[in-house]
């Protein structure tokens, strides 16, 4: 028998219902993992190991209460909990404690999820980074910003985790990890709670080891009734696309997204490669100027109070840059946003998926630099939901994803495509 | 004595004539002999907004330079309690200031307290009352600021709307009120309803000064408020709601209309494409869903410290399934673009800011679809008051502007406003 670490949470859940398996017996086993692998992953910026505990006895002695009951969660440290501590990765806020749960908190402890503890972020889920390790190789990146909930989830620490994505943060974690993460449609699951970024791009994202998972964690967090995933019986049209930016590819990315093609292809995908309508080409500046415009207003309290404590990429990258970009740039690039997401929309009428890569290549080498977030950035602008499934390996015998990309607002259909995608490459 | 606009005490303060600390004296006695009767404050602390003050003085500088600021209470002070109207937060205290807070105090405003909010910026009210005449609401959810400002207790002061708290309770007191478009001002540090919807907006008693105040919380240098601008075309919008105003309403915008068009302006009738007729269902269905989410906390983890009204709407929102809030975003983007579109031709629509005059009682803080309708197309509004209804309280008149051209708009009600 598979300890129980291992299992998926949709496998948690059917055993625990089936009373062959406790809440109980679940969390010490995560616990046990962690005591094993923490010094070497460094994953959580807070356990709640006692709270945990005393949460999974109640769940044991009590009805069932929804589809997360008894599954250990981690969150990501940006997302408020009114009874752990929320660091944002910054040490204005070593101390802080919300006073309420995030939306999304809230919803998934009604499911029966267990807070687990708050995974790392880095610094305000912007570039510097926290001390997370990758879980396959503890001299590279695990990605970032939600580095935390990648590692935790991927080295079997925790059954699901959320993360955020304001560029690439919930996909490119995942993909170097070697789970599954999802970025839903901007706007899916309620952002109230967490620590905005970028409040045009900021968006809530799910990990977990197997796509059955996600729609379970997603039906949760968005307070939905639960449809498991169904592979579409007949092979979808998959558009491969590389974007703009395909000379950025590593090999291995780039053979990652053509072997992929390939094998689908032989399952009898209509596979096609596109290039993205002309305002969408190149949309990687108008993100970086949403971005940098909202630095310096988003994060106004901790520049005037703190100044000392931010960092120097936070106070160079975002708050200096974001001071020089004016209403008229600023305004560009919101309305290139919804001229972007209209002429990407009628793509779909001829396709039913995009297939690319989640990230240039494997992990960096190195904790410093949690990786480009060229292949993610485009997508998080265009509002579409993303989902990135563990492939193959690099060169350095860590992990290569792939990226599927739906339709705005037809993210239950994406999770549907990736379910016949990762049957074909199977 | 005649309170202050923003501009003023700014130019009398830099002229040397008068200093932030008197000004603020003179604001807090206005408080302490209207309050009793307004009761627009959440929370007040006399000390501390004269410690603001002199420190202002001190720095004798800032666009704000000790300008009082009221704050409506679901917007993060660091150093005053934030209680949401709510038992759950009541005497709570953030860690951060809000952004739009850290940006104003950056430019030296005083933030002189909290202004009553009604119960999470939603229907339940708080006490405040009209100033006009207190046997009537102030309009919500934003009552005290549209209050206290109309009493001459502060010159500016923040509100929001998700549906039409900004606007609605602005047109009731009689003051200026102004949404931005959509996004255009940093929510961080406010409490959120809906991430779709909620807009933090502003209110005075001049144009000018909401100029002033926007440029503050935006971090840009400020635009002034142009008079000199071409004749606008003006599009009257009576929207498919037309029939549900008062009298008086429609009378007084038939008539602006009418001397509108006779002072110069091209003034046509503008009406939604059939498609958006219903559109206030998608904001209804928007607000439904986003908000039963954003409040899973406060619902599901003190479900008894929420109102009987509060914890209505939000169980009606749990039953609004997700395809059909897709249908809503979707259909919110296209007018959207349906509302870009009216302005190839126009530059302003003209059309109400509420039903009537603000309703008897302070149970019922009035009907916001006037205001929801812009609202989900995220265009800037302006509220200018129009005079007095059949019951002598204020009437407004909402201009709406093309997205993300406030600039463009603010000038374009100081045209109209010259001529109302």
Same mark, same amino acid.
């Given at each position: 028998?598979?300890?129980?670490?291992?299992?998926?949470?949709?496998?948690?859940?059917?055993?625990?219902?089936?009373?062959?398996?406790?809440?109980?017996?679940?969390?010490?086993?995560?616990?046990?993992?962690i005591?094993?692998?923490?010094?070497?992953?460094?994953?959580?910026?807070? $356990?709640?190991?006692?709270?945990?505990?005393?949460?999974?006895?109640?769940?044991?002695?009590?009805?069932?209460?929804?589809?997360?009951?008894?599954?250990?969660?981690g969150?990501?440290?940006?997302?408020?909990?009114?009874?752990?501590?929320?660091?944002?990765?910054?040490?204005?806020?070593?101390?802080?404690?919300?006073?309420?749960?995030?939306?999304?908190?809230?919803?998934?402890?009604?499911?029966?999820?267990?807070?687990?503890?708050?995974?790392? !972020?880095?610094?305000?889920?912007?570039r510097?980074?926290?001390p997370?390790r990758?879980?396959?190789?503890?001299?590279?990146?695990?990605?970032?910003?939600?580095?935390?909930?990648?590692?935790?989830?991927?080295?079997?620490?925790?059954?699901?985790?959320?993360?955020?994505? !304001?560029?690439?943060?919930?996909?490119?974690?995942?993909?170097?990890?070697g789970?599954?993460?999802?970025?839903?449609?901007?706007?899916?699951?309620?952002?109230?709670?967490?620590?905005?970024?970028?409040?045009?791009?900021?968006?809530?994202?799910?990990?977990?080891?197997?796509?059955?998972?996600?729609?379970?964690?997603?039906?949760?967090?968005?307070a939905?009734?639960?449809?498991?995933?169904?592979?579409?019986?007949?092979?979808?049209?998959?558009?491969?696309?590389?974007?703009?930016?395909?000379?950025?590819?590593?090999p291995?990315?780039?053979?990652a997204?053509?072997?992929?093609?390939?094998?689908?292809?032989?399952?009898?995908?209509?596979?096609?490669e596109?290039?993205?309508?002309?305002?969408?080409?190149?949309?990687?500046?108008?993100?970086?100027?949403?971005?940098?415009?909202?630095?310096?207003?988003?994060?106004?309290?901790?520049?005037?109070?703190?100044?000392? $404590?931010?960092?120097?990429?936070?106070?160079?990258?975002?708050?200096?840059?974001?001071a020089?970009?004016?209403?008229?740039?600023?305004?560009?690039?919101?309305?290139?946003?919804?001229?972007?997401?209209?002429?990407?929309?009628?793509l779909?009428?001829?396709?039913?998926?995009?297939?690319?890569?989640?990230?240039?290549?494997?992990?960096?080498?190195?904790?410093?630099?949690?990786?480009?977030?060229?292949?993610?950035?485009?997508?998080?602008?265009?509002?579409?939901?993303?989902? !990135?499934?563990?492939?193959?390996?690099?060169p350095?015998?860590?992990?290569?994803?792939?990226?599927l990309?739906?339709?705005?607002?037809?993210?239950?259909?994406?999770?549907?495509?990736?379910?016949?995608?990762?049957?074909?490459?199977? | 004595?005649?309170?202050?606009?923003?501009?003023e005490?700014?130019?009398?303060?830099?002229?040397?004539?008068?200093?932030?600390?008197?000004?603020?004296?003179?604001?807090?006695?206005?408080?302490a &002999?209207? &309050?009793?009767?307004?009761?627009?404050w959440?929370?007040?602390?006399?000390?501390?907004?004269?410690?603001?003050?002199?420190?202002?003085?001190?720095?004798?500088?800032?666009?704000?330079?000790?300008?009082p600021?009221?704050?409506?209470?679901?917007?993060?002070?660091?150093?005053?309690?934030?209680?949401?109207?709510?038992p759950?937060?009541?005497?709570?205290?953030?860690?951060?200031?809000?952004?739009?807070?850290?940006?104003?105090?950056?430019?030296?405003?005083?933030?002189?307290?909290?202004?009553?909010?009604?119960?999470?910026?939603?229907?339940?009210?708080?006490?405040?009352?009209?100033?006009?005449?207190?046997?009537?609401?102030?309009?919500?959810?934003?009552?005290?600021?549209?209050?206290?400002?109309?009493?001459?207790?502060?010159?500016?002061?923040?509100?929001?709307?998700?549906?039409?708290?900004?606007?609605?309770?602005?047109?009731?007191?009689?003051?200026?009120?102004?949404?931005?478009?959509?996004? &255009?001002?940093?929510?961080?540090?406010?409490?959120?309803?809906?991430?779709?919807?909620?807009?933090?907006?502003?209110?005075?008693?001049?144009l000018?000064?909401?100029?002033?105040?926007?440029?503050?919380?935006?971090?840009?240098?400020?635009?002034?408020?142009?008079r000199?601008?071409?004749t606008?075309?003006?599009?009257?919008?009576?929207?498919?709601?037309?029939?549900?105003?008062?009298?008086?309403?429609?009378?007084?915008?038939?008539?602006?209309?009418?001397?509108?068009?006779?002072?110069?302006?091209?003034v046509?009738?503008?009406?939604?494409?059939?498609?958006?007729?219903?559109?206030?269902e998608?904001?209804?269905?928007?607000?439904?869903?986003?908000?039963?989410?954003?409040?899973?906390?406060?619902r599901l983890?003190?479900?008894?410290?929420?109102?009987?009204?509060?914890m209505?709407?939000?169980?009606?929102g749990l039953?609004?399934?997700? &395809?059909?809030?897709?249908?809503?975003?979707?259909?919110?983007?296209?007018?959207?673009?349906?509302?870009?579109?009216?302005?190839?031709?126009?530059?302003?629509?003209?059309?109400?800011?509420?039903?009537?005059?603000?309703?008897?009682?302070?149970?019922?803080?009035?009907d916001?679809?006037f205001?929801?309708?812009?609202?989900?197309?995220?265009?800037?509004?302006?509220t200018?008051?129009?005079?007095?209804?059949?019951?002598?309280?204020?009437?407004?008149?909402?201009?709406?502007?093309?997205?993300?051209?406030?600039?463009?708009?603010?000038?374009?009600?100081?045209?109209?406003?010259?001529?109302?």
């Amino acid at each position: 028998m598979s300890a129980p670490n291992t299992l998926t949470a949709t496998e948690i859940a059917r055993q625990i219902d089936a009373g062959t398996l406790s809440a109980e017996a679940v969390l010490r086993a995560h616990l046990d993992r962690i005591d094993q692998r923490d010094a070497d992953v460094l994953a959580w910026s807070h $356990l709640a190991r006692d709270a945990a505990l005393e949460k999974a006895k109640a769940l044991d002695r009590g009805p069932r209460k929804g589809l997360l009951h008894g599954v250990p969660m981690g969150v990501k440290d940006i997302i408020d909990s009114y009874d752990q501590p929320t660091g944002y990765g910054s040490p204005i806020y070593k101390t802080h404690q919300p006073l309420a749960d995030a939306a999304t908190v809230a919803l998934a402890r009604d499911a029966g999820a267990i807070l687990l503890g708050k995974t790392v !972020t880095t610094e305000f889920a912007n570039r510097f980074p926290g001390p997370t390790r990758n879980p396959h190789n503890p001299a590279h990146t695990p990605g970032g910003s939600s580095s935390g909930s990648a590692a935790a989830v991927a080295d079997y620490q925790v059954t699901l985790a959320t993360g955020t994505q !304001t560029g690439g943060s919930v996909i490119r974690p995942a993909a170097f990890c070697g789970i599954v993460g999802y970025k839903p449609t901007y706007g899916h699951f309620p952002t109230a709670g967490m620590k905005a970024n970028t409040e045009w791009l900021d968006t809530i994202g799910a990990y977990a080891r197997s796509l059955d998972d996600i729609a379970l964690f997603r039906a949760a967090l968005m307070a939905i009734p639960y449809r498991p995933i169904e592979a579409p019986l007949s092979p979808p049209r998959i558009a491969v696309c590389y974007t703009h930016h395909k000379a950025e590819l590593s090999p291995e990315g780039r053979a990652a997204v053509e072997s992929a093609a390939a094998a689908l292809a032989k399952a009898g995908a209509k596979v096609t490669e596109i290039d993205l309508p002309a305002p969408v080409s190149d949309m990687t500046a108008g993100q970086k100027t949403l971005s940098a415009f909202d630095g310096p207003r988003a994060h106004a309290d901790e520049a005037r109070r703190f100044q000392d $404590l931010l960092s120097k990429s936070l106070r160079e990258d975002k708050l200096a840059a974001g001071a020089k970009i004016d209403h008229t740039a600023w305004t560009a690039a919101r309305r290139l946003g919804e001229h972007g997401r209209a002429a990407v929309d009628a793509l779909f009428d001829d396709i039913d998926v995009i297939l690319t890569a989640p990230a240039p290549g494997e992990a960096p080498v190195g904790l410093g630099f949690t990786g480009h977030a060229t292949f993610n950035l485009l997508w998080t602008y265009l509002w579409m939901p993303c989902v !990135t499934l563990p492939f193959t390996r690099g060169p350095n015998g860590l992990p290569v994803g792939i990226q599927l990309v739906g339709r705005q607002h037809e993210d239950a259909r994406l999770l549907d495509l990736a379910a016949w995608v990762q049957g074909a490459l199977r | 004595m005649k309170a202050l606009t923003a501009t003023e005490a700014v130019a009398a303060i830099e002229a040397g004539t008068l200093t932030a600390e008197a000004h603020v004296r003179q604001c807090l006695d206005r408080i302490a &002999e209207r &309050e009793p009767v307004v009761k627009a404050w959440a929370h007040l602390d006399p000390e501390l907004a004269l410690a603001q003050a002199k420190a202002a003085d001190a720095a004798s500088a800032g666009v704000l330079r000790g300008i009082p600021l009221g704050v409506k209470d679901i917007i993060d002070t660091h150093d005053m309690p934030t209680g949401h109207n709510s038992p759950i937060f009541a005497g709570t205290q953030s860690f951060g200031d809000a952004a739009c807070i850290a940006l104003s105090r950056d430019a030296n405003a005083v933030i002189m307290g909290k202004t009553v909010t009604t119960e999470f910026a939603n229907r339940h009210p708080g006490p405040t009352t009209n100033p006009h005449n207190a046997a009537h609401t102030p309009g919500g959810s934003s009552s005290g600021s549209a209050a206290a400002v109309a009493d001459g207790h502060v010159p500016l002061a923040f509100g929001t709307q998700t549906g039409g708290s900004v606007i609605r309770p602005a047109a009731y007191c009689g003051v200026v009120g102004y949404k931005p478009s959509f996004g &255009e001002f940093s929510r961080v540090g406010i409490k959120m309803q809906c991430h779709s919807l909620d807009t933090l907006g502003l209110m005075a008693r001049t144009l000018d000064d909401i100029a002033l105040l926007r440029a503050v919380v935006l971090a840009l240098p400020p635009v002034p408020v142009r008079r000199d601008g071409a004749t606008p075309r003006i599009g009257f919008c009576r929207t498919p709601i037309w029939d549900d105003a008062e009298a008086d309403t429609r009378e007084l915008l038939e008539r602006t209309a009418s001397s509108l068009a006779a002072t110069g302006a091209t003034v046509v009738d503008v009406s939604f494409a059939p498609p958006f007729h219903g559109i206030l269902e998608d904001h209804a269905a928007i607000m439904g869903f986003e908000s039963t989410r954003n409040y899973a906390d406060e619902r599901l983890r003190n479900p008894d410290k929420v109102s009987a009204e509060l914890m209505d709407g939000l169980t009606r929102g749990l039953d609004v399934p997700l &395809e059909r809030y897709v249908a809503a975003q979707r259909k919110a983007a296209a007018f959207k673009a349906h509302v870009d579109s009216l302005f190839d031709e126009l530059d302003v629509l003209l059309c109400p800011s509420a039903p009537g005059e603000a309703p008897k009682g302070i149970e019922f803080t009035g009907d916001p679809r006037f205001n929801s309708i812009w609202t989900l197309a995220g265009t800037p509004c302006v509220t200018l008051p129009a005079g007095t209804g059949d019951m002598g309280l204020p009437l407004g008149v909402q201009l709406v502007g093309c997205r993300y051209e406030d600039d463009k708009l603010l000038s374009t009600a100081a045209w109209v406003a010259a001529r109302l």
